[in-house]
């Protein structure tokens, strides 16, 4: 078996999983589009943009051709963002080994089909076993893995055997890794926190304080859970790495792409302004315009999604959209099916 892996592309959580790859003795091809930071990581050995401060492995090696990148490599780890996943699947066709094992670590839907990622991937490689096909998700702050922090994550696949390949692929002292069969659930975890991590920093913003942001998360996990069942999951792994712990580092933690550009909007910056100050993919933005599509699609009620969609595209007050969130009609805390699925209300 070839000792090569492929990690396509160089932003933060790419470069970051390249080093994990490092550290566990592999030859990594990194591949960007950009030259300039090819010569960089070859020459410099770092990633400032996305990285800053932080030595890479003599290991990693950049490339911007992807024939080079993904020809004969035992695996190939994607880390391209929603928007451009389905026109790097098309263009890696072409020198993909038909036995590679495939690792997508992207957290979003693609927008228009509102396609899941391995959706995709399955669309664009025909001739690939879905069986090879794995998703990695889970609290996971690239700022934090780079240094070697303690990081635990989950992969899932349809096939044991390839969740527990992709296992071994990444584990290590400092990076822990758990398999799970779940592949839908796991990818809407990780698709649905980013919104809720965007309503906890505009919380933030508005100054509402850790009651108001305990009370998000909570109902946000109701929402991802009522989504995520929907969507052929199963509720408990919302309750796993892929579920609370990865709302839990998104909503609570400045490292968070999506906290950042929420608090912005909390303070009252408008989208563009907060989209153009970040200067990297906010996934969540488009999750949640994907996911207000979904839950109307599906009838599922998501009134934080609601909310936050009418924030960033209706010009809606970020203060109004939460007390129309506290005014909203009285309910119970648990869904009525789960009543009847369990002991029913006796008070």
């Known amino acids: 078996m070839s000792n090569k892996v492929s990690v396509l592309v160089a932003g933060s959580w790419g470069t970051a999983l390249a080093s994990v790859l490092a550290d566990n003795g ?24 996305f990285l800053p401060g932080v030595e890479l492995s003599p290991l990693i090696v950049a490339t911007n051709s992807l024939q080079e990148a993904v020809e004969d490599a035992e695996a190939v780890v994607m880390v391209v963002p929603s928007a451009g996943m389905r026109e790097v699947a098309s263009q890696i066709r072409p020198f993909l080994k038909q036995d590679a094992l495939l690792i997508h670590a992207t957290k979003g839907f693609e927008t228009g089909t509102l396609k899941r990622m391995t959706e995709v991937l399955i669309d664009e490689l025909p001739e690939m076993d879905p069986a ?4 990695l998700s889970g609290p996971s702050h690239a700022e934090e893995v780079i240094r ?7 992969v899932a696949a349809q096939n044991l055997e390839a969740a527990e390949a992709a296992q071994d692929l990444l584990i290590n002292s400092y990076f822990r890794v758990y398999t799970n069969p779940d592949v839908a659930g796991v990818e809407v975890g990780g698709a649905l926190k980013n919104i809720i991590g965007l309503s906890a920093g505009l919380i933030d913003g508005l100054g ?33 790495l892929a579920g609370i712990g990865d709302l839990i580092a998104t909503c609570t933690s400045k490292h968070s792409r999506n906290w950042r550009a929420g608090y912005k909007l909390g303070q009252g910056f408008p989208l563009d302004a907060v989209l153009a100050d ?5 996934e969540g933005v488009k999750t949640t315009k994907n996911a207000h599509e979904l ?15 009418n924030v960033m595209f209706a010009g809606k007050s970020p203060k109004l959209a939460a007390q129309d969130l506290m005014g909203r009609v009285r309910t119970h805390e648990i869904e009525e099916n789960a009543f009847d699925a369990a002991t029913k209300w006796q008070g």
């Open 278 to 282: 970040m200067g990297m993919v906010v």
């Open 132 to 135: 090879r096909l794995v998703v």
């Open 148 to 154: 070697k922090s303690p990081t635990t994550v989950v």
């Open 295 to 309: 839950s109307r699609r599906l009838q599922v009620t998501m009134p934080i999604t609601d909310e936050l969609f």
């Open 208 to 240: 509402f304080g850790d009651n108001a942001k305990a009370a998000l998360i909570t109902r946000g996990l109701a929402e991802i859970t009522r989504l995520g069942t929907r969507m052929g999951a199963n509720p408990l792994t919302f309750a796993g």
């Open 26 to 49: 592999k030859k990594v091809l990194l591949w960007s589009r950009n030259e300039q930071q090819v010569q960089e990581i070859n020459q410099q050995h770092t990633n400032a943009r």
